[in-house]
């Protein structure tokens, strides 16, 4: 039993700088993750001698065993890769952090997540940007280093299932056909998510203000995703350090206290709408978060009316309106007129969400940026904070096998 000064925080964050892909200048993604460890082990007050546990999740390319020789950990008792798909695990992989601080398997473990695309691309592009490309020009198409995929997509992608902006249009175009969700409402997301982002400096998109004209001229990319529906193309890394609640009362700065995490999938999920192997009709147009969704809160001892501030997981938009639904701030089909109603904005809102600008407006880190978000928002120095803020949610990734975190802030 997991005794109370065993119990996890989260003691520090910190971050690289963060880029459009192939603009972070000559820098690696092992020295982003590098980077973003240091900082966040600086934050907590702690020394890389005090370390002796790495995780992260996504295939991280940069693994564990090199990171604690380059970054002298003094001797490493844990280290782990989470199998959840892309961005699903990121919360998962805190997860693992958090198990393995209260079983007594390590005493301060960094969480991190370093994403090169300029570096490495992603399935469906390849080559740095050319010299004549504009900061707007998309990357090229070219299919160049493909990351590996599942042997099930072989089944969609010969009928043009390529990536995942067409992949995530079909539930959120479904949840549009029941339940009247707009075009409008998505663009509100986005709008909101990008004023959150304008007082945020490390946000790449903090100096570009977004209306909700400009998201509704913007390209159809897959119908319904227009332009600003879709997560940033990013350069950078981020981590976050957990360690006991007995070492988190020895430090300086305030810590975010881990109530409850959890992780998985439906019945015959797999990779969810990306492959559309088994996927249920009722859940179809659904984040398929419901049912982790109620472990969550109850293992946290919370209901969904106790959560101040909110980190969703935000690579469309379509998915943000889903959680929503699946997290219980609203019924099923009524994300749009929650949305509408301004729910997610920072100030007025009562449920402000991503207020650092999230995955469409800050940088797309695979959303373990949205933890470091979630433990400032706790700590009081979020760029956008929320009064009192106690109880925070992150999410990761939904429309595939996901994972989530409540984080409450330290007495």
């Known amino acids: 039993?997991?005794?109370?000064?065993?119990?996890?925080?989260?003691?520090?964050?910190?971050?690289?700088?963060?880029?459009?892909?192939?603009?972070?200048?000559?820098?690696?993604?092992?020295?982003?993750?590098?980077?973003?460890?240091?900082?966040?082990v600086a934050d907590a007050g702690l020394t890389m001698d005090d370390v002796d546990g790495l995780a992260s999740f996504a295939e991280d390319r940069n693994e564990g065993i090199f990171l604690a020789a380059d970054l002298g950990i003094p001797e490493l008792r844990f280290s782990n890769m989470v199998w959840m798909p892309g961005?699903?695990?990121?919360?998962?992989?805190?997860?693992?952090?958090?198990?393995?601080v209260e079983a007594g398997q390590a005493e301060v473990v960094v969480v991190y997540r370093s994403l090169c695309q300029g570096q490495f691309f992603r399935f469906g592009q390849g080559g740095p940007p050319r010299e004549?490309?504009?900061?707007?020009?998309?990357?090229p198409t070219v299919q160049q280093a493909p990351s590996p995929m599942m042997a099930s997509l072989g089944f969609t992608m010969p009928y043009g299932l390529l990536n995942a902006a067409a992949a995530y249009?079909?539930?959120?175009?479904?949840?549009?056909?029941?339940?009247?969700?707009?075009?409008?409402?998505l663009g509100m997301i986005a709008v909101t998510f990008r004023e959150h982002a304008s007082r945020n400096p490390?946000?790449?998109?903090?100096?570009?203000?977004?209306?909700?004209?400009?998201?509704?001229?913007?390209?159809?990319?897959?119908?319904?995703?227009?332009?600003?529906?879709?997560?940033?193309?990013?350069?950078?890394?981020?981590?976050?350090?957990?360690?006991?609640?007995?070492?988190?009362?020895?430090?300086?700065k305030?810590?975010?206290?881990?109530?409850?995490?959890?992780?998985?999938?439906?019945?015959?999920?797999?990779?969810?709408?990306?492959s559309n192997a088994n996927v249920a009709d009722e859940i179809y147009a659904t984040g398929a978060c419901e049912s982790?969704?109620?472990?969550?809160?109850?293992?946290?001892?919370?209901?969904?009316?106790?959560?101040?501030?909110?980190?969703?997981?935000?690579?469309?938009?379509?998915?943000?309106?889903?959680?929503?639904?699946?997290?219980?701030?609203?019924?099923?089909?009524?994300?749009?007129?929650?949305?509408e109603s301004g729910a997610l904005a920072w100030k007025d809102g009562s449920l402000p969400t991503n207020t650092h600008g999230g995955s469409l407006s800050e940088a797309y880190i695979h959303g373990l940026n949205h933890v470091v978000e979630g433990v400032r928002s706790l700590r009081g120095d979020s760029t956008s904070p929320v009064d009192n803020a106690e109880v925070c949610l992150v999410t990761s990734a939904a429309c595939v096998p996901s994972s989530a975190v409540i984080l409450g802030r330290s007495s």
């Open 1 to 40: 039993m997991t005794t109370n000064n065993r119990r996890a925080h989260i003691v520090g964050v910190g971050e690289s700088e963060y880029a459009k892909w192939g603009k972070i200048g000559d820098v690696t993604e092992h020295a982003l993750a590098c980077k973003a460890i240091l900082r966040a």
């Open 87 to 100: 961005g699903g695990g990121g919360c998962a992989a805190v997860a693992n952090a958090v198990m393995a």
């Open 132 to 139: 004549d490309d504009g900061d707007n020009a998309p990357p």
């Open 169 to 185: 249009a079909l539930p959120t175009r479904r949840h549009m056909h029941l339940y009247g969700t707009t075009s409008e409402q």
């Open 202 to 252: 490390r946000a790449v998109m903090g100096d570009r203000p977004l209306t909700l004209e400009d998201h509704q001229n913007s390209p159809m990319i897959a119908d319904p995703h227009h332009l600003f529906d879709c997560c940033l193309e990013s350069d950078g890394a981020c981590a976050v350090v957990v360690t006991t609640a007995e070492r988190a009362r020895d430090l300086d």
């Open 254 to 274: 305030p810590s975010a206290e881990v109530l409850s995490t959890a992780q998985g999938a439906p019945k015959g999920y797999a990779f969810g709408p990306f």
């Open 292 to 339: 982790m969704a109620k472990r969550l809160y109850a293992k946290a001892g919370v209901r969904p009316s106790d959560i101040d501030v909110a980190q969703i997981y935000d690579h469309f938009s379509g998915c943000v309106l889903m959680q929503l639904e699946d997290y219980g701030f609203c019924e099923r089909g009524e994300g749009g007129p929650f949305i």
